[in-house]
């Protein structure tokens, strides 16, 4: 019996039952998970080359290995736990991590070990322990997609996200339309800050108005399509993160026939599986895209195209390719469902709503004083540090704790880093200025802090306050942009 990749579509193309298509969903999903992660760690290639540690590549090198196997065996679920577990650990190793994508993924992976581990212990052996297992992680998927998008809305609503100057929709939107002379027309500049809100709104609401699920899934999958080729930030682990997310939520019916379609479409080629066809094509076109990266490195004008450049390039090409594929086939696959008539799914224990429920009250971050990073706050032109905000709701502080509070303003350093900060004007809060003088006690820093100058002050020199392991793990900030308004950064 074949049990390699969508094995199971090679029997007659009967309509599944039920619980059929539970357990296609979650293969469907295990997959797509696999190259999420994928596109995540070699997101970091420096993690790769040892630039942060041999146990950290060693970890990266586990997920990549983990991430192929599950690709040609999907329906095993230890590959999904052991997938789970090895991103889950290498975050927990990286920590602080400032990737609002990776955080997320932390969550969803949380949740894949405990309920694998929850329904092993309880129903191990049992018929209907996968179906236990996709019914649980579709909720916690639904729920983390949710979050993400309310605070993409929530965040973005200040002065300087719909200030056309200087809005990051606009900075997305110069790259997409320089081609065609449009990046500086005053229309396409407003309508791209006002679409941001309106697909948003629609993927939202739609995640929950299940009769329409259809219109948000569509809109968000070219939305999280497009945002990576333009090239203007490292997207593609942030969308094969969300496309795999929706693989997941998206009602069970259309789980199975994307996963059917994208099989029988693999198996035309002439291969022995279609996991297989999935892994050397893949490779190819890895192989493919480097190749043609590295022959445009000094053939750009006066660009100057870097290693991590043509990295980033044949990554982009990967994700045209297999992100394009995955928004077709769940694009037929959602369309082929309609009418769609929602049926009420198996009761969920309370403890699967932990997992968004900790995202949701971490992501309020900012507002509180705590971190800044990792609270979905990305390009959302959004400040909240040195007692002020920009934003137009909760326009006044509401700090719990000081972190924010005091913002040091870098003028020089005898460290590259930090002199960066100061060429680009940024500033840092005091609590990460002091984590920075630890891990480089023998550089200097000149910089003005609540009106006071501090000149070449270093590690020896400069007051510091004892921080505890959960400070120093979990609280990290970004760069404090000190100019107004607040210009387009992660």
Known sequence: MQTGWLGAMRRPMERPDPAGRASDGLTAFAVMWAIALIFSVVSHYDNLILGNGIRIAVLEYAVLASSIALILNPRRLGLLLLLAVAMALQYGFRLPVASNNQTIAFFMNAAIVTVIGVAWMQHRGSAGVRDEIYERLRIVARFLLAIMYFYGIFHKINVDFLDPEASCAVALYKPLTQTFGLADNIVGRYGSIA?????????????????????????????????????????MDFSSLVFALYTLSVPREVSAAFQGRAARVLRRVPFNSAARVAIVAFALLFVAAMVLATQLRGRAGDLVITDMMAWHSSWIVMWAVVGGAAM????????????????????????????????????????????????????????????????????????????????????????????????????????????????????????????????????????????????????????????????CTH
């Open 195 to 235: 679409s941001t809100f309106v697909v948003e709104t629609i993927t939202l609401v739609c995640l929950f108005w299940r009769r329409f699920f259809w219109v948000g899934l569509i809109v968000g999958l070219v939305f999280h399509y497009i945002i990576p080729i333009s090239a203007y930030s490292w997207y």
């Open 328 to 487: 077709v086939f769940l694009t037929w696959a959602a369309v082929d469902a309609l009418p769609y008539r929602p049926q009420p799914g198996p009761r969920i224990p309370w403890w699967v709503y932990l997992f968004p429920a900790t995202l949701f009250v971490t992501c309020l971050s900012p507002y509180l004083g705590l971190k800044t990073e990792s609270s979905i706050a990305m390009f959302s032109n959004l400040h909240t540090e040195g007692g002020t905000t920009n934003h137009l709701v909760l326009s006044r502080s509401l700090y719990v704790a000081e972190y924010q509070r005091h913002v040091a303003t870098i003028e020089a350093s005898s460290n590259p880093g930090m002199q960066d900060n100061a060429d680009r004007h940024l500033g840092i809060v005091r609590f990460d200025l002091e984590r920075w003088m630890q891990l480089h006690p023998r550089d200097w820093v000149t910089f003005t802090m609540d009106g006071v100058r501090y000149d070449r002050a270093t590690a020896a020199a400069f007051p510091m306050s004892e921080r505890n392991l959960l400070e120093r793990k979990l609280l990290v900030f970004k760069p404090v942009d000190v100019a107004r308004p607040k210009r």
